[in-house]
């Protein structure tokens, strides 16, 4: 089995914010290979089905971000699965709006969640799918990525979880060289296939 990650805040008052990309892949994810998520289990809001004949889970923490890891922590020793076979999905500040990247392993960076995936399940060895939702120019980070796109924005993050969503498909069915291969600008060095 394949789990699928999706970071971001539970409740209405954070849908549609920065921070929020990875639940919204989730969610393309869920219309796309038809996979209900209503099940309330391991903190999390999950659905099971099949992407390209593999079985996965789509995930939506529920802890809040910072402690997105409480949750992967209760599946990765309920389901006793590889950490290869997880993909987390998240925005990126320091990524350009609407780019994103696809890794095979790596640090957590700012990201709070991705450090609290990372301490709780005690490894770094996960692909990932970045989606960049660009830095705040003068604003406070935190509310930053609390905050809304604006109407120029929306169609270019739109298309990065669009192609965010691909790329998690791409890591199930051919795996993650195959979709750092496919999605990765070729200009972005360390996150080509030959710098890994």
Same mark, same amino acid.
């Given at each position: 089995?394949?789990?699928?990650?999706?970071?971001?805040?539970? #409740?209405?008052?954070?849908?549609?914010?920065?921070?929020?990309?990875? +639940?919204?892949?989730? $969610?393309?994810?869920?219309?796309?290979?038809?996979?209900?998520?209503?099940?309330?289990?391991? /903190?999390?809001?999950? #659905?099971?089905?099949?992407? #390209? &004949? /593999?079985?996965?889970?789509?995930?939506?923490?529920?802890? @809040?971000?910072?402690?997105? #890891?409480?949750?992967?922590?209760?599946?990765?020793?309920?389901?006793?699965?590889?950490?290869?076979?997880?993909?987390?999905?998240?925005?990126?500040? $320091?990524?350009? !709006?609407?780019?994103?990247?696809?890794?095979?392993? &790596?640090?957590?960076?700012?990201?709070?969640?991705?450090?609290?995936?990372?301490?709780?399940?005690?490894?770094?060895? +996960?692909?990932?799918?970045?989606?960049?939702? &660009?830095?705040?120019? @003068?604003? =406070?980070?935190?509310?930053?990525?609390?905050?809304? @796109?604006?109407?120029?924005?929306?169609?270019?993050?739109?298309?990065?979880?669009?192609?965010?969503?691909?790329?998690?498909?791409?890591?199930?069915? =051919? &795996?993650? !060289?195959?979709?750092?291969?496919?999605?990765?600008? /070729?200009?972005?060095?360390?996150?080509?296939?030959?710098?890994?």
């Amino acid at each position: 089995m394949h789990i699928i990650v999706g970071l971001g805040n539970p #409740g209405k008052e954070y849908d549609a914010t920065r921070h929020n990309v990875g +639940f919204e892949t989730i $969610d393309l994810l869920s219309r796309r290979n038809n996979i209900e998520i209503k099940r309330l289990k391991h /903190k999390a809001l999950c #659905g099971e089905g099949n992407i #390209g &004949g /593999k079985k996965v889970m789509l995930v939506k923490p529920q802890t @809040f971000m910072n402690l997105s #890891g409480q949750s992967l922590q209760d599946m990765v020793q309920f389901y006793k699965i590889d950490t290869k076979n997880i993909t987390v999905v998240y925005d990126d500040v $320091d990524i350009e !709006l609407g780019s994103i990247r696809v890794r095979e392993k &790596g640090s957590s960076g700012s990201h709070k969640g991705m450090q609290s995936i990372i301490y709780q399940i005690q490894t770094d060895q +996960f692909p990932r799918v970045r989606i960049g939702i &660009g830095g705040p120019q @003068f604003e =406070d980070l935190s509310n930053y990525v609390l905050s809304r @796109f604006s109407q120029e924005e929306i169609s270019i993050i739109l298309e990065a979880i669009e192609k965010a969503a691909l790329a998690c498909e791409t890591i199930v069915t =051919d &795996g993650v !060289l195959s979709a750092m291969n496919k999605y990765n600008e /070729k200009s972005m060095g360390s996150d080509t296939v030959a710098d890994q």
